[in-house]
């Protein structure tokens, strides 16, 4: 049995998640990671021996409080959330569908706030804890096709720092990381072709690179490995020639 404390990662079947999970895994952190297919994360490469698996929305508020309290019965408290489950839904506002609007701002605003509220009273009656949220450059850089993408992801960036504010003083840690594109499954979801035309445009005008995963799985390590007195507030990741 180690003595690391919990990890908690949603988003964790793939992509910056599935990363994240193998280098806290590799580190000997027990693990709860959440998403909502179940067999994507019994497939990953990792020791499983202090993992727990949860299928959850992280929309639903009730079984996300139930996954993460079922791990704190065996694990103990939780000391470093990663908010990283997220989508994005391509589109030009004049048609693109009000559902995919809500299933991003579902997901990537209520999904951060949800997982914040579950282990935020803990970590502040002992003054200690990690909360890392993944945004993306567009939380504060805006790109055409993105209008309810950068909504939501502007919103983690606000609600980060309302909440960096209200903990500080209770040292307790929250922190953004904020990369640019990067070869994962997020793309796979897009309906709009031409916006995934786009995409594929912009990516090449860029000679094609994109971030590896593996460096947002670093960045989230590094920060958290810093003393809790110590908190880094917001990393900006990408490949050098994004724009
Ligand atoms: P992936 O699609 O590979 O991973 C997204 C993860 O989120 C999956 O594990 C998915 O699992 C999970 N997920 C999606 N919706 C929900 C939900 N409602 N409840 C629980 N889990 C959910 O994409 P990325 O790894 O790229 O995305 C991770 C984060 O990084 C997102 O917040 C994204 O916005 C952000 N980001 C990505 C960038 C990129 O270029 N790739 C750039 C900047 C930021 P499942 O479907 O099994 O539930």
Redesign the pocket.
Known sequence: MTNKKLIVI????????AEIAKIFNQAGNPLLL????IA?MEALPLDFTNIMLAQ????NLTDFTASIRRAEAKFGPTDLLVN?????LLGNVENQSSQEWQTMLD??VM?VLNGTQIVLQNMIDRQGGTIIN?????GFKAFTNHAAYVASKFGVHGATETIRQEVASKNVRISLVA????E???LTHVTSKSALNDYQSWKESMGGITLD?KYVAQTVKFIYDLPQAVEIREVDIAATRQD
């Open positions: 949603t988003g964790a079947s793939s992509g910056f998640g959440i998403g909502r297919n994507k959850a929305d992280v929309t990283n489950a997220g989508i994005m997901t990537n999904g993944m945004s993306s450059i567009a990369p640019g594109a990067a994962t499954n997020l995963p």
